[in-house]
């Protein structure tokens, strides 16, 4: 199973001079296999990078694991081509919501007059698909998907693939004035090869936006710790870090790790592709 990363950025997209390296598009990731449909996790702007790779000729099927309804997560979706042809599929999995269905609430986001055309006018055919606190296949894939603290309806997904584990939580609220890991997180991260988890503010930056739905490096690295995770990948980052304080908000995280007897740190960029 390979993970490519198409987007990293957390809040809107923030393509810039300082921030080529890493990148600017919000969330997308892709979790591709040999012979299999692939399987998309969150539909940021970098989905429309991710559709580029894929077949326009109305042969695409796929599914997306979306883990809530924040633009930075969704406003891919229109501009994803291989899903605007007659005869392509994709079912997209995300959690329930309060005053409608995921599909209502997917129309509320693209639609007159905020955007041009509603999802329903793309030619091929969207299921949605509202998942919470459950276990399911999704293709060959085994996909247990649980609540995770944020604002609003959240979910964070575990996919096991041939004998390769990944999980994704994009975006988690980090308790404030305690350690803690919800149960539900460490039920999803457990023992994963890879961690993809929200690492968006410095501590100082936390201190000021405590309350926002998101947490430090530092947190995301006591829960990669608490699950015995391999490999924890930093992911969501702030719109306004750049190349450089990347570098530096990497290095301090990988020597924290290695203080303690921790996983391997990297942070997440646009183009980055693990192999598991």
Known sequence: ?????????????????????????????????????????????GLRR??????????FRGSALVTHLHWDHVQGLPFFPPVDRVGAHLDVYGPSQV???????????VRPPYFPVR??????????????????AV?????RVRQVP???????????RDGAVVVYISD??????SRDVADSVIELADGADLLIHDAQYRPDEFAEKAHWGHCTAGYALRVAQA??????????????HGDDEMDRLLDQATQMSAACGGPEVIAAYEGLCIAL
């Open 50 to 59: 991710f559709g580029e790779t894929q077949p326009c000729d109305g042969t």
């Open 150 to 160: 944020h604002t609003g309806p959240t979910v964070g997904y575990r996919i096991e």
């Open 99 to 109: 005053g409608g269905s995921l599909a209502q609430m997917f129309d509320d986001v």
């Open 172 to 177: 988690h609220q980090e308790p404030i004035g």
């Open 119 to 136: 999802v329903s006018d793309l030619r091929g055919t969207i299921a949605f698909h509202e998942v919470d606190d459950e276990d399911l």
């Open 227 to 240: 699950a015995c995770v391999r490999t924890v990948a930093l992911f969501h980052h702030d719109p306004s």
């Open 1 to 45: 199973m390979e993970v490519t990363f198409y987007g990293v950025r957390g809040s809107c997209p923030s393509p810039s001079e300082a921030n080529r390296r890493y990148g600017g598009n919000t969330a997308s990731v892709a979790l591709l296999a040999s012979g299999h449909d692939p399987i998309m996790l969150d539909m940021g702007t």
């Open 139 to 143: 293709g060959d894939a085994k996909v």
